[in-house]
């Protein structure tokens, strides 16, 4: 993901504690793994979320364009995407947040 969304942005999984990020200036991303689903017999289906947390980008749908193409051979689809902001701790500033659903087909032989 670093090399989509530039080395200066954090990756974390799941969630961002606030010892781990300099929360002054808001630039990450978090995914997280959902469940499965059996699509076939050998065959499992996995969402996964990626959020993306920035402040001051103008671009934000091109972004979301751009990485939903950026997927293509990586085995992952980006079936929807959502934008909004949510407002930063301590402070009366907006955060802007994209939210892009994924899925990834999973071969399981056992």
């Known amino acids: 993901m670093q090399s989509f969304f530039g080395e200066e942005v954090e990756v974390y999984q ?5 010892d781990e990020t300099n929360l ?8 997280e793994t959902l469940g499965f ?11 996964v979320n990626v959020y993306y947390f920035s402040e001051n980008r103008e671009d934000l749908d091109l972004l979301q364009v751009q990485f939903m193409n950026a997927l293509e051979g990586t085995g992952h689809t980006c079936d929807r995407t959502d934008k909004g902001t949510m407002q930063k701790k301590d402070a009366g500033q907006c955060v802007d947040v994209l939210t892009f659903e994924l899925t990834r087909m999973v071969k399981h032989v056992c």
């Open 37 to 47: 689903q059996r699509v076939g017999h050998f065959t499992l289906q996995q969402s």
């Open 14 to 18: 799941d969630a961002v504690e606030e």
């Open 24 to 31: 002054s200036r808001i630039n990450h991303v978090v995914f």
